[in-house]
Nanobody, 125 residues
Framework: QVQLVESGGGLVQAGGSLRLSCAAS????????MGWFRQAPGKEREFVAA????????LYADSVKGRFTISRDNAKNTMYLQMNSLKPEDTAVYYC??????????????????WGQGTQVTVSS
């Protein structure tokens, strides 16, 4: 079992920044891929970014490329999502997830085995 806990969400004005954290505990292995997804009201869950824990390779959705940066701290088993130049359309509940198979990096939520509870990000215009 792996437990994932997100933090760092909040309310920010357009153009601002937030950093989300996802702390992993339990039977966490370095081969995992960790990802961020988001779901806005009335919309389907969508992929945001992911990182392979062992090699550090990353993948981003086109909508966030150049604005968001995913990273990890191996010692703390924690993943981060630095979100800059936020837009109102980034408003959503953000979830972190873990894919036990690791590679290739998956962008579909069904490939991920564990999920956090989510953290709300609201960007005002």
């Amino acid at each position: 079992q792996v437990q994932l806990v997100e933090s760092g969400g909040g309310l920010v004005q357009a153009g601002g920044s937030l950093r989300l954290s996802c702390a992993a505990s339990g039977r966490f292995l370095s081969r995992y891929t960790m990802g961020w997804f988001r779901q806005a009201p009335g919309k389907e869950r969508e992929f945001v970014a992911a990182i392979n824990w062992s090699v550090g390779s990353t993948l981003y959705a086109d909508s966030v490329k150049g604005r968001f940066t995913i990273s990890r701290d191996n010692a703390k088993n924690t993943m981060y999502l630095q979100m800059n130049s936020l837009k109102p359309e980034d408003t959503a509940v953000y979830y972190c997830a873990a894919d036990l198979w690791g590679t290739p990096i998956a962008t579909h939520g069904k490939e991920y085995d564990y999920w956090g509870q989510g953290t709300q990000v609201t960007v005002s215009s």
